[in-house]
């Protein structure tokens, strides 16, 4: 069993910034890229930010400049530093780890639960 846990969502005020972390955990072999998806109410869930296993970022262009995504190999963990926030950044943020569990299986998607991130005018 494989769990991504995320934690650091809230409520901030425009301009203001926060900090998202997420932790897998379970039977994990190798975790490969890692990163973070968002949703808002009546839309589709979109790619925010994305980091191969050897450390090189991917962003959405809405953030660029704005968000910075890191990773700790030693602790599963991946982190998203969200700062100068703006009201269109308001959805709820999932984690996601395309991982293998063991050598002898195939890579999958694992999503974690999604932390709220809403951020007021």
């Known amino acids: 069993q494989v769990q991504l846990v995320e934690s650091g969502g809230g409520l901030v005020q425009a301009g203001g910034s926060l900090r998202l972390s997420c932790v897998a955990s379970?039977?994990?072999?190798?975790?490969?890229?890692m990163g973070w998806y968002r949703q808002a109410p009546g839309k589709q869930r979109e790619l925010v930010a994305a980091?191969?296993?050897?450390?090189?970022?991917n962003y959405a262009d809405s953030v660029k400049g704005r968000f910075t995504i890191s990773r700790d190999n030693a602790k599963n963990s991946v982190y998203l530093q969200m700062n100068s926030l703006k009201p269109d950044d308001t959805a709820v943020y999932y984690c996601?780890?395309?991982?293998?569990?063991?050598?002898?299986?195939?890579?999958?998607?694992?999503w974690g639960q999604g932390t709220q991130v809403t951020v007021s005018s």
């Open positions: 996601h780890a395309d991982l293998r569990r063991s050598w002898y299986e195939v890579d999958h998607n694992y």
């Open positions: 379970g039977s994990i072999f190798r975790i490969n890229a």
């Open positions: 980091i191969s296993s050897g450390g090189s970022p």
